[in-house]
């Protein structure tokens, strides 16, 4: 009994090992574009080099036991369809063996992206290999081909892949069966602009790989009726515990949820300033869930106005929290002000005009999705007038302006001797104020007067004082 306990043991010891060995992750093949376009710049590097820089990034960032293989086309000669070439195959797991290879191609040919993907299916269908396909492409098909035909093809035949596709310097008129194609290969089409976007596009297809479950939960974000790239962060309900993310490149992005609730956390990520949003979703087993998220913002038109005429004014927005999400100055025009629906404050502040009423705050503006509201205010202001002078020599004075009601300063200047400031224009509030002068100039040093004037809306009051 002790030598069979003793030989279970040793058993034990030896196949434990064996038994926390990592299951290798599929392979992942790179189709790599090498056609002539690849020259052209953006942002003054060749994409040549540009994609060259970021694929060796993405590859090393891969896991240690990942299978990488890279077929390309376009890299031996001009004007040749069936210039596609096997680089590096599937069964490869050096990083460098792909470094090297995408640093020695030359960008010469064509792009037959359905001949390429036919040659990439082929080759998993003749080795019984399941296995991620992601097409780096410049361009769209120049020769005789339909790449969505081919993938739909292969899935209908049962071939096991996943297909991901990064369009490189595309034009939206430009993607439509490179979508198509991704899309039947249970994949996504990633637009890449520049090294940043390519760099982000590369390293969400290489972690959304053929050993992942397909998405069950899709999420599409739009704005005013368009479609709007945004980033999508699924967590727990009511929990900060992240469970999947995707990015929906103005098209539909997808997610793998296990049946439950989660709070769905979807940012914009172009043309709005938006906020994001957070809703909640539940997962529903053996059921395809869908969440249409809109940015439809609602608007502000703000006017200001002073004794009805369009005033220059700074304009604060904020929530009845008080956190402040919007504002700018008006210039005296009407200020369109996007935000998210909800109730809101204006905070004002007249520029170029003194006293108790030159701030004001417009409450409760309820701004509604798709709408826009109008929101008002018409300051009051007269003009004072305060001049010195001795006979016919203008004086240098300073003007101290208070609230009679509050005796708070609300205003002060200088005259000086020049007829463009003396005597001084103050742009004031409707009221009563006390005005006390003092001579700046030597010979009347100490010389102050004081006096009370009344401001009217849309009046002028003057005042000049003879030392």
């Given amino acids: 009994m002790k030598l069979l306990a003793f030989i279970l043991c040793v058993f034990c010891f030896i196949i434990k090992p064996f038994a926390q060995e990592p299951k290798a992750p599929s392979p992942i093949l790179f189709i790599y574009d090498a056609s002539g376009s690849m020259w052209g710049k953006l942002d003054a590097q060749t994409k040549k080099d540009i994609a060259a820089n970021v694929l060796t990034t993405t590859v090393s960032n891969l896991p240690k036991n990942q299978q990488i293989g890279l077929m390309a086309y376009g890299h031996r000669t001009k004007g040749d369809c069936e210039d596609i070439e096997y680089l590096v195959n599937l069964s490869n797991n050096s990083k460098e063996k792909i470094v090297e290879a995408v640093n020695g191609i030359n960008s010469l040919g064509k792009t037959p992206l359905a001949r390429s993907a036919t040659l990439a299916i082929n080759s998993l269908r003749d080795s019984k290999t399941k296995a991620t396909i992601i097409l780096i492409t410049d361009g769209i098909e120049s020769c005789d081909g339909n790449i969505c035909k081919v993938v739909t093809d292969a899935k209908a035949e049962g071939i096991n892949f996943k297909l991901h596709i990064v369009g490189f310097g595309l034009k939206e008129s430009e993607t439509e069966q490179l979508k198509c194609a991704a899309k039947a290969g249970d994949g ?57 993310g995707t990015r929906t490149y103005r098209d539909t992005g997808w997610v793998y949820l296990p049946p439950g609730k989660y709070d769905l956390i979807v940012n914009p990520l172009e043309n709005s300033r938006i906020k994001g949003t957070t809703i909640s979703i539940e997962s529903v087993k053996d059921e395809i869930g869908h969440q249409t998220v809109s940015f439809d913002g609602g608007k502000i038109n703000l006017i200001t106005l002073n004794n009805n005429e369009g005033w220059d004014c700074t304009s604060k927005v904020t929530t009845q929290e008080g956190v402040v999400v919007g504002g700018s100055r008006t210039y005296g025009r009407p200020l369109i002000i996007e935000l998210n629906p909800g109730v809101y404050d204006i905070e004002l502040i007249a520029l170029n005009m003194k006293g108790h009423e030159s701030k004001f705050t417009i409450e409760d503006v309820i701004v509604e999705a798709t709408k826009t509201t109008d929101a008002t205010h018409n300051f009051k202001t007269g003009i004072a007038m305060i001049g010195v002078k001795s006979d016919e020599e203008l004086i240098d004075a300073l003007v101290s302006i208070n609230s009679k009601d509050t005796g708070l300063n609300v205003a002060g200047s200088r005259t000086y001797t020049s007829e463009s400031s003396n005597p001084r224009e103050f742009i004031l509030n409707p009221g009563v104020y006390d005005v006390k002068v003092t001579a700046a100039k030597k010979e009347y040093s100490g010389k102050t007067e004081t006096f009370s004037i009344e401001v009217k809306q849309g009046e002028v009051v003057t005042k000049i004082l003879n030392f």
């Avoid at 996504?188 to 976007?197: E, F, L």
């Avoid at 368009?226 to 727990?236: E, I, L, M, R, T």
């Fill in 188 to 244: 996504h089409y990633y637009n890449a602009a520049d090294a940043s976007s390519l760099d982000e596009g590369l390293a969400e297809a290489t972690s959304e790989t053929i050993d992942k479950p397909n998405g069950n939960f899709s999420i599409y974000a739009t704005k005013n009726g368009q479609p709007v790239d945004a980033w999508v962060k699924v967590v727990k309900s009511g929990t900060k515990d992240e469970i999947a």
